[in-house]
T-cell receptor, first 119, second 117 residues
Framework: AQTVTQSQPEMSVQEAETVTLSCTYDTSENNYYLFWYKQPPSRQMILVIRQEAYKQQNATENRFSVNFQKAAKSFSLKISDSQLGDTAMYFCAFMVGFNSGGSNYKLTFGKGTLLTVNP | NAGVMQNPRHLVRRRGQEARLRCSPMKGHSHVYWYRQLPEEGLKFMVYLQKENIIDESGMPKERFSAEFPKEGPSILRIQQVVRGDSAAYFC???????????????FGEGSWLTVV
């Protein structure tokens, strides 16, 4: 079974600064995908970024980037130039990849990190 | 292109009543997933459906919960005889094909918040 751990229940950052949210996971699979989802006060689940485990290059989406360390099973999210609209709960999630014989459609979520961006 | 549509957004039920949550997947999507988010928790998988088929219901409570995705119309998550512990956010998600084949990108609706009083 896969597990996802987010060790920081809450974090805060000043507007325009950089913050890193941590995530570790445990799996015996070699082919999988990792995601960060954002849940703002509106409570919608919004995909922020995704990473394929077979890709060595870290994924980047504008101000959001990840530091994927496969051997360490670590998948941290860096938010640069933080904006007030980044205030949200951030969830790290894991999915088994295709041909792994597993449930390659189930997302396993961590418990989340509440990020507050202060003006 | 409309996203995943869920209704109602908020639902209040008294203990013992039934709750019905509806989900219309994104256009062209034939795979639907339901997740539940309990207070202070991440989302947890409940069930995966295709049109007229339940593929995986391993995350569904054994009693009182059921789901369907008929040939026509939205997917429905039904909770009979609700109890206070059913109070949660219920998210529906969809994908055009099996999750893995779409680059494993699954799109979520805005959620339905059930409160049992």
């Amino acid at each position: 079974a896969q597990t996802v751990t987010q060790s920081q229940p809450e974090m805060s950052v000043q507007e325009a600064e950089t913050v890193t949210l941590s995530c570790t996971y445990d799996t015996s699979e070699n082919n999988y995908y990792l995601f960060w989802y954002k849940q703002p006060p509106s409570r919608q689940m919004i995909l922020v970024i995704r990473q394929e485990a077979y890709k060595q290059q870290n994924a980047t989406e504008n101000r959001f980037s990840v530091n994927f360390q496969k051997a360490a099973k670590s998948f941290s999210l860096k938010i640069s130039d933080s904006q007030l609209g980044d205030t949200a709960m951030y969830f790290c999630a894991f999915m088994v990849g295709f041909n792994s014989g597993g449930s390659n459609y189930k997302l396993t979520f961590g418990k989340g990190t509440l990020l507050t961006v202060n003006p | 292109n409309a996203g995943v549509m869920q209704n109602p957004r908020h639902l209040v039920r008294r203990r013992g009543q039934e709750a019905r949550l509806r989900c219309s997947p994104m256009k062209g999507h034939s795979h639907v997933y339901w997740y539940r988010q309990l207070p202070e928790e991440g989302l947890k998988f409940m069930v995966y459906l295709q049109k007229e088929n339940i593929i995986d219901e391993s995350g569904m409570p054994k009693e009182r919960f059921s789901a369907e995705f008929p040939k026509e119309g939205p997917s429905i998550l039904r909770i009979q005889q609700v109890v206070r512990g059913d109070s949660a956010a219920y998210f529906c998600a969809s994908s055009p094909r099996l999750g893995a084949l779409t680059g494993n990108t699954i799109y979520f609706g805005e959620g339905s918040w059930l409160t049992v009083v």
